[in-house]
């Protein structure tokens, strides 16, 4: 047996999985210390069907503690920014076009070195191990006990990267550093910047874990615990606590992948109503479709791994405006985990689109006569908007002309009809509720390999399978089932500027997590 629970901004949702099979769920609201939720959720389960704690495998979770902590610019570390290229790139230095409330909070500890590499992999000049040992005295005087290092094209050559990081853990003793070529991909300012968020965010990991930890202790349970990260596939603590980024929408992409398993379709559009935003991806093959663009966290922009992924305002907590009944809107503002309390059926003063879908008859919760007052020219024109918008958007994540299927999962997706614009088939699944949870208990051990090689005289098919290899490796040592093991991606992008037929292979493996089910 193993449990997934998926910790939203409005509720904590929980599933008990015994052989592949869902055996119990539950839903229970956020709470601001997060702990409490979690326990009152597992506690949940365990009043919903009787079941040996110590029969517990794993635990998988999925949260948005770590980007709500960027959002927020809350609990993020002072961050030293080191960047390899002088004289190359002074123009634009670190931290450029960033929000000010996020400059302030990592703290504006910018230091531009000699290093990094042309395109072709040629030395742009020559690492300055003196300059590197004064930075380091520096970052030592300030107590900044985080570091972010980027090197110009280190996707290509990532050798000075290593060697900074060498010299500064040895002149600052514990100092925690975060290497670009292991977060982002080629763009140098995106990468630079996905990994000073991963490094001002290192100690919020380190909190965020022990909590869980002690959460699942305070329930019970002493089994091992795994964290969803947003390629669909789980990552242990230390992992977690290494690189907090891959965490980074992890709510949607387990909601896909619920949806995947619970729908039985591997290529559709998933659309995941929660309590403040609906969050619409494509799942193809079973796994959510990546993003292949450029992606804005909290008005920085990164290229890191992320799934493509529109997120929309409109929740089950979304505050209704009817102040103008020519012009009622919806979102983005919600009442969020408080909505027990405020939303009018609750017996709270606020309308929220949970209201709406009560007073329209789409589902029955709280009182509905608390809400009897609403007329029902201005419900049916609500819930209209709510769906075209919804539809709107999901219409942009196709990419033919082609029929696909859509799916709606999560517990605002109650607000939606069962037919919507453009779309011939619309599937609401049994347990749609908790496809987030779902999603984090089925989800898969990866292992990814991004890497530039260089055909000499090896060939193609020698490349892809060193690559395809390599990936299967990560997987079974992250804890996969060697039998179990398949590769699910392979890209290839010949990059012709470079000598020796370089070519950029991403191979993505997954395999089944290894849990010692009990009969």
């Not at 009897?372 to 994540?397: C, F, K, S, W, Y």
């Not at 699944?429 to 260089?454: C, H, K, L, W």
Request: proline share 5%; glycine share 10%; hydrophobic share 45%.
């Amino acid at each position: 047996m193993h449990i997934g629970i998926d910790v939203g901004g409005t509720n904590t949702d929980a599933v008990l999985i015994h052989h592949g099979v869902v055996a119990a769920s539950v839903k229970r609201p956020t709470t601001l210390d997060v702990t409490t939720g979690i326990v009152e959720a597992i506690t949940g389960l365990s009043e919903n069907v009787t079941f040996d704690l110590t029969g517990i495998s794993a635990v998988a979770i999925g949260t948005t503690h770590f980007t709500n902590a960027v959002v927020q610019a809350r609990g993020l570390a002072p961050t030293a920014t080191i960047r390899l290229g002088l004289p190359a790139s002074a123009s634009v230095p670190p931290l450029t076009a960033w929000p000010a409330r996020l400059r302030a909070a990592v703290g504006e500890h910018v230091f531009l070195c000699h290093g990094g590499h042309e395109f072709d992999g040629r030395q742009i000049s020559e690492l300055d191990r003196g300059e590197l040992c004064r930075v380091a005295e520096t970052i030592g005087e300030r107590g900044i006990t985080s570091a972010a290092i980027s090197s110009i094209f280190s996707p290509v050559n990532r050798d000075d990267e290593l060697a900074a990081a060498e010299v500064l853990v040895s002149q600052v003793p514990g100092l925690r550093i975060s290497l670009s070529h292991e977060i982002g991909r080629i763009g140098l300012l995106e990468r630079e910047n996905a990994t000073i968020i991963n490094a001002s965010l290192l100690p919020v990991a380190d909190r965020t874990t022990e909590a869980f930890a002690v959460a699942l202790t305070r329930a019970g349970i002493d089994a091992p615990l795994y964290l969803s990260q947003n390629d669909g596939t789980l990552m242990d603590i230390d992992y977690v606590r290494r690189y907090p980024v891959a965490t980074f929408a992890a709510g949607p992409t387990n909601s896909m992948r619920g949806a995947a398993m619970l729908s039985g379709l591997n290529d559709c559009i998933v659309v995941d109503v929660g309590g403040t935003t609906a969050d619409i991806g494509a799942v193809v093959n079973g796994f959510p479709r990546p993003a292949t663009t450029a992606v804005d966290i909290a008005g920085v922009r990164t290229n890191f791994r992320m799934p493509d992924v529109v997120s929309i305002g409109i929740g089950g907590g979304s505050i209704v405006d009817d102040s103008d009944p020519s012009r009622i809107t919806v979102g983005p503002e919600s009442v969020g985990y408080e909505l027990h309390a405020k939303s009018r059926v609750f017996g709270g003063d606020t309308l929220t689109a949970t209201d709406i879908a009560v007073a329209g008859g789409l589902y029955t919760v709280g009182d509905p006569a608390l809400i009897a007052d609403l007329p029902g020219n201005q419900v049916r024109d609500t819930l209209d908007h709510i769906a075209a918008r919804v539809a709107e958007h999901a219409d942009t994540m196709r990419t033919s002309t082609e029929a696909v299927p859509i799916v709606l999962v999560g517990g605002g997706s109650i607000l939606l009809p069962d037919n919507l614009p453009g779309f011939d088939k619309v599937v609401r699944p049994e347990e749609f509720t908790v496809a987030n949870a779902i999603g984090a208990a089925i989800a898969q051990v990866g292992g990814e390999v991004d890497r530039v090689y260089s055909d000499t005289g090896r060939g193609r098919d020698a490349i892809l399978e060193d690559a395809k290899r390599e990936a299967a490796e990560k997987a079974i040592l992250a804890g996969a089932a060697p039998d179990s093991v398949r590769t699910v991606e392979v890209d290839e992008l010949p990059m012709a500027y470079l000598p020796g037929d370089a070519v950029r292979v991403r191979v993505k493996a997954v395999g089944e997590l290894i849990l010692e089910d009990t009969p």
